[in-house]
């Protein structure tokens, strides 16, 4: 199973950025599809952003698209989100996922359709 460190988090005001970052170790993850989950506080995991292991598919959550960007570098063994015009509703502990899948056009976004979670990383965001 592979190993995920999320980092980047912190403090922001609203309208600005953060750009968070995934390290994944134990296993290459390029056969993985990647996926970034949020959770604040009193609320369920929910999903923000995924890409295949291709990079040919990003879906995205409809409360952040035009704002955020996943991406990932395979070489590097990383996955990143850029999160831009940030909101106080962003603010949540934000996971990264990996599931290990064939298809490389295959972008998973169920909590349920991954098996491999780091620890998170805060974001906060003032208003």
């Known amino acids: 199973q592979v190993q995920l460190v999320e980092s980047g988090g912190g403090l922001v005001q609203a309208g600005g950025s953060l750009r968070l970052s995934c390290a994944a170790s134990?296993?290459?993850?390029?056969?993985?599809?990647m996926g970034w989950f949020r959770q604040a506080p009193g609320k369920e995991r929910e999903f923000v952003a995924a890409?295949?292991?291709?990079?040919?598919?990003?879906p995205y959550a409809d409360s952040v698209k035009g704002r955020f960007t996943i991406s990932r570098d395979n070489a590097k063994n990383m996955v990143y989100l850029q999160m831009n015009s940030l909101k106080p509703e962003d603010a949540a502990v934000y996971f990264c996922?990996?599931?290990?899948?064939?298809?490389?056009?295959?972008?998973?976004?169920?909590?349920?359709?991954?098996?491999?979670w780091g620890q998170g990383t805060q974001v906060t965001v003032s208003s």
């Open positions: 134990g296993r290459t993850i390029s056969r993985y599809a």
């Open positions: 890409i295949s292991w291709s990079g040919s598919n990003t």
């Open positions: 996922a990996a599931r290990f899948i064939m298809s490389g056009y295959a972008s998973p976004v169920g909590r349920s359709d991954y098996d491999s």
